[in-house]
């Protein structure tokens, strides 16, 4: 069974695309929300042997896990109808999600984190199918900059739900997670239905391209190890600046945010004008300023004049990856494409806090910055080589 490849918007039903952006948001409410009660889980197990390193683990490891699992998402997205895949993680995602409502346990919680993770893993890959599947040509990249300005404008709703609740109790942000409940009757209501057989594609006998999407891989790693220095390493930055306040670090995180939301937003305008090629060259290339800029930051002030600057970087550079991987592999092999993509997101978010810390004990926060900046100067030079050789060979 496969969706069909081509749709026009007249063909899909009008609560389509609210339905599949709703659903790409749950990968961001999947950390964004829970951050606010660390602090309250904290105080709650202080008995727990180790809880000052277990409780931080609760809003990390979903990560790991959505790392591991995505590709075998992908693969059941492929072999079996995209839908049930997508309800199934769907029902996952709120048991899991909600658990920690009622259970009373660390292990246990971190255990449904680990659960939380394999469900992000599944509705992930099988909404981000669909959308390939559904959509097709300019639209399809005008619906991938959606998805991901939804991401970065349910973050800031997330973030700012979870401490509202988080001032009741730490247990108030995991209800949050009941809230896609009223996702599912929608979905086998709402989605196209797969049509039997016959999509078209460019495959070679079943065989995954390789060659094609692993420099895709590759470029979306490098964006998001280099995105994650912003939540990890930026409120020291800012607190080194003299910022009396938490809240400081956290304005200037959902400026960035804001500002890479409403950039996605205009992605299909973007991509209309410039390729794939050019978008990356631009969008690494913006990246490397704006770190820079950021090392040799010397007043508060600064570091939010620069925050449209990064923001408007990650706007361009997320949603190219997967536009350009989901044009490139046949249909036939999308859940398994994009599986590998949130694979490649998801390890480079959970190895940054390492890559970070590690720069910053080489060359201190100026320095992490500065040398995040050069690796994202260095993508941009390898995108503008590209440019270079497909001239010469056209």
Known sequence: MAFQDHATPG?????????LLACATLT?????????SLPGLLEHFRSVPDAATLVPLILT?????I?????????LVDRMDPRKVLLGSILLYVGAGSSGLWLDGLMPILAGRVLLGLAVGGVMTASTTLIANIFTGPERGRVL???????GFGGVIFILGGGLLADVSWRGPFAMYLVPLVLLPL??????APTQ?????????????VALALPIYASAFAAFLIFYMIPTQLPFLIEDLGAARASTAGYAIAAITLVSATVSAFFGRIRARLSPLAIGALGFGLLALGYALLAGAGTLGVVFLLAPLVGAALGVVMPNHMTWLMGRVPPQMRGRASGFMTMSIFLAQFLSAFAGAALVGAGG????????GAVSGLVALVYVAAIALSRRAA
């Open 11 to 19: 063909q899909i039903p009008a609560f389509v695309l609210p339905l």
């Open 28 to 36: 961001v409410m999947a950390g964004a929300t829970i951050a606010p």
């Open 61 to 65: 490891v979903p990560g790991l896990a």
């Open 67 to 75: 790392a591991i699992s995505a590709p075998l998402c992908g693969v």
């Open 145 to 151: 900059g959606y998805q991901a300005s939804a991401m």
């Open 187 to 192: 979905v086998f209501t709402t989605l196209p």
């Open 197 to 209: 057989g016959g999509e078209g594609g460019t495959g070679d006998g079943g065989r995954f391209p």
């Open 365 to 372: 926060l100026g320095g992490a910055f500065l040398g995040m």
